[in-house]
């Protein structure tokens, strides 16, 4: 296979290291249209594969004509200033009002005033102050409402007390289509009883490889049903197009996200590379997209990931010639947080190549977003953005704003329901998400028909998940991790413990809550709670599909040996490899991450009053369940046969299926870390390539053997063979790259605890004159970096020496050794000549570079 770049990745690191001194350059940086033909540039022919589509919402001559008149109106200022998107933690009212910005957002887990627990009034004042800058002409400009956007991905998660209906994976096991536009109505009146405008959900990624960590975010693997959820979603939250109540009342704009393939990539890596073909790039990964577009979604977001090897931020063929083109999108495209920078060329603060690929706003949400308005200021004026491209992304802002009614509104405080605290969990809302929590369950396991319960039993409630609505709300619940909360941080909530004690003392039985399995009294039947920890983007990749829950497995064992049913039900935002849990059960449901609502658990697991089937079980798989734990892809189609419950699979109580033992074999094949491993020795080994990111944020595979980018050159040289050795050659003249990167992942962890190290020969030419650094990477926001400045000033000029780094140290400082993807890169901004040989990885080492 073609070795392909993790451009995100790379980029990530640098911006990371920061990029000072790329700013000047990068507005003289011109376009490099490299890669596929379909690129900047000339207006691609749209492949055949593409349907042709219409938005569901028709142009209004009306509201064009008056998009022509503030068009007229708005100086180039004021036109840069509605495409940037500014976060609320680093841009003030006065900012809004002095740089005409068109939107702001609070990212996940950012509330009104740096306060967890900002009231519904707090949300609407902050809003206000915004929309009362965003009107301010006191500067003589034209007052255009500022649009504000939010992260209601499975309600209005970042706000106290707000109804979390089940993550999209829980959705989608439902089937239920219906459900999705009265999740969305309601979704969408919360967020607008805060004052806000704009939802930046549905996703509607297709993932296939669930190693991703937002698999839970997907409704499904599978595309026809992201299909027909996509549209209902974005009609329940903007109401129906063609109707009285399109963006009206309590409805807001909806964003379809993240365009495209984001769920493609490959390996499942976060803001990977989905190198795949454009006919399953259609059939695939676009399928969603259509359905929300015909239901009239009014805006959609650029997504971090690739299409072979060319970042979404800067395709213009996927962007423009077929979303704005073919699929008749007149809506405007958001970028996703700073996802601009990673594009070949540009910086956090400078990216004309995203615009001139079709982004219409840029989501800028750290402060540097000043320097971004000054520069893409400076290139509309310049022309390398044209003044056409200009209008056109300003009409789109102008459109979707003036459909809203943004215009005509007022002042968030002064619009229908605003500050209405009683639609801010709802009890009509709350229902739709037990509704939804029942319909998503997906029975795995009952033998005996153990399920349903009868009530008036006495019943033990175990496991970590049994009382913890953190856990059972998963990722972007209150924070952006979901992690750090409380019970009390979700006020009205109701626990699975607290469904079931709800219902079973009711009915005269007992319910203990033990997290840990110790009892008293003998229960009848024990229901023990587990499974994942909350996560969300970046941090939930893993490597392999096993459930690390050794602990559950005793617990449940334990309970066992004790002669007490088991009813387990796992709390996942994916299919995990979980055979051995599974048979120590005697049931066994997915429930998924079921949000706030967590009665709905007890109203299917249990007997109704009069000993009857109160409610069945409804869902069924929409992701393969894996028979291993290896990290094989399987979905409809794809290895079928390694999945132990393939997609559709699901229990009902009129079922009486009898499961045998499942295989315990996890299927891993673990190294003992005894033999070295290599990565480079004379050539970069499987899956690595050698890669430099260069001083102004290009990107390069390197195979030939000599290579003079900005800020660095490369070379092949002899030290005991031909070619055996890379000269690297730092220039000075900005932040530059080398090392050896893969798109799959390394396990490492089995060379720690064994004196492993990263073990490479090095000799220096010419000392550093700045700091350096040599990396470990996992991806975005994972892996270690450790000083080796010293250890090159000291080392003795053209004399090889061998380096070893402490693995240790790599793993204590945040590299997971078990899911790399470099092993080896260094970088500095200074000048530095150094020759590397010889890199690779081993154990019973002495380490040069210890912790510490
Ligand atoms: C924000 C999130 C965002 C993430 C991306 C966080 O700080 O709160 O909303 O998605 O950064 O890097
Ligand atoms: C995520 C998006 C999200 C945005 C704003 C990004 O990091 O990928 O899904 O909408 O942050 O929080």
Redesign the pocket.
Known sequence: MKKRILLGIISGLIAGGGLAGCTEQNGAQKMTAEGSSKTAGSNAEVSAHWPQLASGIAKDPAVEARIDALLAKMSTEEKVGQMIQVEIRSATPEDVKQYHIGSILN????FPYDNKHASVADWVALADEYYNASMDTSDGGVAIPMIWGT?AVHGHNNVIGATLFPHNIALGAAHNPALLGKIGAATAAEVKATGIDWVFAPTLAVVRDDRWGRTYESYSEDPDLVRAYGGEMVEGMQGAAGSEDLLQGKHVIATAKHYLADGGTLNGIDRGDAMISEEELVRLHAQGYFSAIESGVQTVMASFSSWNGEKMHGHKYLMTDVLKGRLGFDGFIVGD?AGHQFVNGCSNVSCPQSVNAGLDMFMA?DPSWKELYKNTLAQAKNGEISAARLDDAVRRILRVKIRAGLFEAGAPSARAFAADESLIGAPEHRAIARQAVRESLVLLKNNDQLLPLARNQRVLVAGDGADNIGKQAGGWSIT?QGTGNQNSDFPGATSVYGGIANIVQAAGGTAELSVDGSFEQKPDVAIVVFGEDPYA??QGDISNLQYKGAGDLALLNNLREQGIPVVSLFITGRPLWVNPHINASDAFAVIWQPGTEGAGVADVIFRNADGEVNHDFKGKLTFSWPNDAQPTVRNPGENEALAQFNFGYGLNYGSSVQLAALSEQSGLKISDGKQALAVFNGRALDPWSFQVMDATNNLSVISSSVAKLAGISVQSVDRNVQEDSRRLQWNGEGNAMAGFFANSRTDLSSYLGKQGALVFDVKVDAAPSDAVSLGMNCGMDCGAEQSITELLKGAAPGEWKTVAVDLQCLADAGAKLDMVLSPFYVRTAGALDMTVHNIHIASKTVADIHCG
């Open positions: 990212g996940g887990g950012a992260d947080w949400p952006w983007e970046m």
